[in-house]
């Protein structure tokens, strides 16, 4: 088949380029158009591997040319698609910020602080959590990709709350991000610490994917759940590593055999059983590494979950959705 025409916007952010490096190698897409929010004199080359080259050259964005493109892949910063995306003609938008993540437009503004611009198109918005929603997203042409940390929550709970494996109170859900998942805006934002040889908490209480994780998880769910999360950033770029703490009557084998039972055709997703796990393993991957333990406390089990924030949590996550869309190899270009 021709190759698919693709326009990236946000292309010089962290996910930006990763979304060019691996649509560049991808057989059947081809990059036609790069739009950044900001100058578009910034020398795209220099974060990217010397194999890129002939890239087109940075625009602002531009509706008419984005509407030539087959795909719009948009890796803007949260509330700023919502203001062109209904003027958008390209057969599918895959998004990468909040702003379709929530069949209820209410809970986006109240979270987020906008006026949402383009409500009349959520109705067609899918949730692209790949192994969930793989079905929906086939058939979608408006794909709100999810965030870091809720695909590193939501992709180890949803197969226990599914089958009913565990208590709905209490579940606990403690994540660690590189500082990358923060985007470029955390070198000049007072609001995050140094992070030189320093962990941080942060958002405890308000931050935005505290709905995400809840509407989503309580989808699976005969209850709306409250997920207690705690995010920290850590000293390193890239990586995500999330512990999950659930109650349950069953035992640790029950446990296992759930998950990997759910995830047994999913060749992105690891189960492993009473393993560490760590974020070294999944760096540069669109892989999600699991791992069951028991507690030493009575009847609660510590699930971890590892993963690229900037590839399974954001363009890996995107590049697969767009190879489901598109019947491709779900593989294909990221691995």
Request: with cysteine; charged share 20%; aromatic share 10%.
């Amino acid at each position: 088949m021709n190759k698919l025409d693709i326009a990236i916007a946000g292309a010089t952010g962290f996910v930006g380029l990763e979304l060019i490096k691996k649509i560049y190698e991808h057989p059947f897409a081809n990059i036609k158009y790069l739009f950044v929010k900001d100058s578009i004199d910034e020398d795209i080359y220099k974060n990217l591997p010397k194999k890129i080259t002939n890239l087109p050259k940075l625009k602002k964005i531009d509706l008419n040319l984005i509407n030539e493109c087959d795909v719009f892949f948009s890796s803007l910063p949260h509330s700023q698609l919502h203001k062109i995306a209904k003027d958008i003609s390209s057969e599918v938008v895959i998004d990468l910020s909040a702003d379709f993540r929530f069949p209820n437009i209410k809970t986006y503004e109240k979270w987020y602080n906008v006026k949402h611009e383009s409500s009349s198109i959520q109705k067609n918005a899918v949730y692209g959590l790949s192994e969930i929603y793989r079905e929906s997203i086939k058939n979608s042409n408006l794909i709100s990709c999810p965030g870091c940390y809720p695909t590193s929550i939501l992709i180890p709970l949803i197969p226990l709350l599914k089958n009913k494996i565990i208590e709905l109170d209490n579940i606990i859900a403690d994540s660690k991000s590189g500082y990358s998942g923060a985007g470029k805006k955390i070198n000049n934002n007072k609001d995050y610490p140094n992070l030189d040889e320093n962990i941080a908490i942060y958002g405890v209480g308000y931050h935005r994917h505290i709905p995400e994780i809840n509407f989503y998880s309580s989808q699976f769910s005969d209850e709306t759940l409250e997920i207690s999360f705690s995010p920290h950033l850590i000293p390193t770029f890239r990586g995500m590593l999330s512990t999950i703490y659930v109650k349950s009557k069953k035992n640790i084998n029950q446990i296992y055999e759930v998950i990997n039972k759910f995830y047994k055709n999913d060749e992105f997703i690891k189960i492993f059983k009473s393993k560490m796990i760590n974020t070294d393993q999944v760096i540069n991957t669109n892989n999600v590494n699991i791992s069951i333990n028991s507690s030493n406390i009575k009847d609660q089990f510590v699930i971890s979950s590892s993963i690229d924030n900037l590839l399974k949590g954001a363009a890996g996550q995107a590049i697969q959705n767009f190879n489901i869309r598109f019947g491709f190899d779900e593989q294909l270009g990221l691995v």
